[in-house]
């Protein structure tokens, strides 16, 4: 099987791409079963917007007029393809302009003639176009946002859309690399690709694992509410963010609450099994504790019963250590943040959470 894979992300940074990262687990899986896998970065390409003109349906029937790498590169590729995985990130409820202009100068392959049948009129086709396979990405939490794209896909590629894999939450799930659930959704999103090239679908379990939660929504809104309030004070995009290691900085408890799973490290933490509690002073005071236990890392408002580890700390002081501000050895050392319990446990703590 020969697959042509067309990512229209418009980020080239290693990691930030979202509609990469599940590509290339997708690609993987199909590498693995066998198929001859070309991937396509559209931003590198020059392809520019149908005219109009239908000199490929008069003058030169099946080529474009235009030279660009569409006409000289990517149509006779797409046309010999077997598959062709059109990868997206959800603009407006849809495709982005990338892709939708390299999908506009596939007109070619049409004959101009009006084709009259019970679903409607038509143009018919100068050959079979390849099986397709939509992947999208999003940074809303449901599913819900690829109705639109949806859609679209069914009615434009019709008998020919072999898959739709969406996965939303994918800013969320991305920070969560290193998680037992992120393995998971990627592995099946491998999963998938060799079923498209073992059977031609991909099993509704496939699916399911694929779109599983990431979180529930409050808590979704509340991780992304507090990362872009840091961003806007800090002065930085995410990416500058990523690249200074500026973290989401909290301002109460529950976002603590929140943030501290979302970056836990369940290949580091093993067969962990312990209940760490926070008792917080200064402007933000109060007590939370965490638990962690079968790969996972559970957060709670309140004191726990029998902690295996107690730290106390001014709130502020202890986001700075999480952050890297603060050497937190220091910080103990200095008598600033006190610990009491497994003090073990607190040497392996930053190796799992950060903090």
């Known amino acids: 099987m020969k697959v042509m894979a067309i990512n229209s992300s418009p980020r080239a940074s290693s990691g930030e791409s979202k509609t990469e990262m599940m590509l290339n687990s997708l690609l993987t899986g199909m590498r693995e079963a066998g198929a001859e896998v070309d991937m396509v970065n559209l931003r590198e390409k020059k392809v520019r917007f149908c005219q109009g003109c239908f ?12 030279n660009d790498d569409m006409t000289n590169e990517l149509f006779p590729m797409w046309s010999e393809a ?13 495709v982005n302009a990338n892709l939708k202009a390299f999908i506009e100068r596939t007109l070619p392959m049409l004959e101009p003639f009006f084709v009259e049948t019970p679903k409607g009129t038509h143009h018919p086709l100068r050959f079979k176009p390849p099986a397709v396979v939509m992947l999208s990405v999003a940074g809303f939490p449901e599913m819900h946002v690829f109705d639109l794209m949806s859609s679209w896909a069914r ?15 994918a800013e969320l799930l991305a920070n969560m690399r290193g998680t037992k ?23 509704p379990q496939t699916l399911a694992t694929i779109t599983q939660p990431v979180g529930d929504v409050k808590s979704l809104a509340t991780m992304a509410n507090m990362a872009w309030r840091t961003y806007i004070a800090a002065g930085v995009t ?3 963010a990523a690249k200074q290691n500026i973290m989401p900085r909290p301002e109460n408890l529950e976002e603590l609450v929140v943030l501290m799973p979302m970056g836990f490290k369940s290949e580091a933490a093993g067969d962990m099994d312990a209940v760490i509690q926070y008792d917080f002073s200064g402007p933000v005071q109060g007590s939370c504790h965490f638990n962690i236990c079968d790969g996972q890392m559970s957060g709670a408002l309140g004191k726990a019963d ?3 580890l107690s730290i106390a700390s001014d709130f502020d002081l202890w986001l700075d250590v999480m952050s890297g501000k603060v050497d937190g050895q220091e910080a103990f050392m200095q008598g600033k943040a006190k610990a009491s319990g497994d003090l073990a446990l607190l040497l392996k703590l930053n190796q799992v959470s950060g903090a």
Do not use: M, S
Not at 55 to 66: A, D, F, H, M, S
Not at 164 to 169: F, H, L
Not at 186 to 200: D, F, M, P, Y
């Open 306 to 308: 029998n902690p295996a």
């Open 82 to 94: 077997d598959l062709v995985v059109y990868a997206t990130p959800l603009y407006h409820y849809t």
């Open 155 to 169: 009615f434009i590629f019709k008998d020919h859309l072999h898959a739709e894999i969406y996965r939303p939450g």
């Open 238 to 240: 995410p990416r500058e």
């Open 181 to 203: 659930l992120a393995a998971e959704v990627l592995q099946a999103t491998e999963q998938a690709g060799r079923e498209l090239v073992e059977k031609g679908e991909v099993a």
């Open 55 to 66: 000199t490929c349906w008069t003058k030169t029937p099946g080529k474009c007029i235009l």
